[in-house]
Nanobody, 124 residues
């Protein structure tokens, strides 16, 4: 049974930083691509960062240069470090895992079959 559990969300002022974690169980973060998505009220789910098994990364234009995706295999945990936060970054953030892709940097919602419950980030 796969479980992805996000933590670290909260309220932060514009220009501030926040770090999110995604602890995995029943799933090896080292084995497949993992990604972070976000969904703002009234909007669709947006892929913001993906990390491949070889360490390659891809970011959406909206977060490039401000967000960093990483993982710690020993802790089986995915991270998202968010800097220079803007009010437009306010959303529920989800981590996602695939059981198909290892090297393909995909940011489409349909490319991932495992999802966490989400953690709220508010920039205000």
């Amino acid at each position: 049974h796969v479980q992805l559990v996000e933590s670290g969300g909260g309220l932060v002022q514009p220009g501030g930083s926040l770090g999110l974690s995604c602890a995995a169980s029943g799933y090896a973060v080292s084995s497949y691509c993992m990604a972070w998505f976000r969904q703002a009220p009234g909007k669709g789910r947006e892929g913001v960062a993906v990390l491949a098994t070889d360490g390659d990364t891809k970011y959406s234009d909206s977060v490039k240069g401000r967000f960093t995706i990483s993982k710690e295999n020993a802790k089986n945990t995915l991270y998202l470090q968010m800097n220079s936060l803007k009010p437009d970054d306010t959303a529920t953030y989800y981590c996602a895992g695939t059981s198909v892709y290892r090297f393909s940097l995909r940011l489409g919602e349909n490319d991932y079959n495992y999802w966490g419950q989400g953690t709220q980030v508010t920039v205000s």
